[in-house]
C-alpha cells in the first residue's frame, strides 16, 4: 500500500487535473513524473477518486507505451524509427545505438517526436535531439548512462 505522502501527493495531483476534460491521461503522466511508475494503489486511488472503475484507469495506463507500472532500470534512450527518421539514416542509426547502449541504457522505438524535417531524432527524459548521427547519440547515449536522465 502507498504511504500517506504519496497518497496526499496523489489526491494533488488529481485534484489539478480533475476539473479538465479527459483528465485521467494527465494526471496519469503527473503521478509517473513523480513516482517514476504508476503503480496498481494509484491506479485505484485515481479510479477511486474519479468514480471509474480500476478495469478503466488499467486500460488507459497500459495503452500508451510511455506508461509504466514499475519504475525504469535504466535510463531510457527513444529513438525515433517512423519513415522520416528512417529516410534520414535512422534504421542504421538504430542498430548502432543497441551496441552503443551497451546494456547501460534502454533503446526504446518510438514512432514519430514530431521532427521529421530534423531526424533522426531521439528523446532521454523530456527533451528532444535532432539531426543525430552516430556519434552524437554517442555522446547522448554516454551522458544518459552517467546522470541516469531518463531512468
Do not use: W
Not at 13 to 29: K, T
Not at 65 to 93: I, M, N, S, Y
Not at 96 to 122: D, F, H, K, N
Request: hydrophobic share 45%.
Amino acid at each position: 500500500m502507498e504511504n500517506h505522502a504519496q497518497s496526499a501527493e496523489i489526491d494533488e495531483i488529481v485534484a489539478r487535473h480533475r476539473s479538465s476534460e479527459g483528465p485521467l491521461l494527465p494526471i496519469l503522466i503527473d503521478i509517473q513524473a513523480a513516482f517514476g511508475c504508476i503503480s496498481d494503489d494509484a491506479k485505484r486511488q485515481v479510479a477511486s477518486t474519479l468514480n471509474l472503475s480500476r478495469a478503466e484507469v488499467h486500460g488507459v495506463a497500459s495503452f500508451y507505451h510511455d506508461l509504466r507500472d514499475t519504475p525504469a532500470g535504466k535510463p531510457v534512450v527513444k529513438l525515433c524509427r517512423a519513415e522520416a527518421c528512417q529516410a534520414r539514416g535512422g534504421e542504421a542509426l538504430a542498430e548502432q545505438a543497441e551496441t552503443m547502449a551497451a546494456g547501460r541504457v534502454a533503446i526504446e522505438p518510438v514512432y514519430c517526436l514530431g521532427l521529421c524535417s530534423a531526424g533522426p531524432s531521439a528523446m532521454i527524459g523530456g527533451d528532444v535531439h535532432a539531426r543525430l548521427d552516430a556519434d552524437a547519440l554517442g555522446v547522448l547515449i554516454h551522458e544518459a548512462a552517467l546522470t541516469g536522465v531518463g531512468a
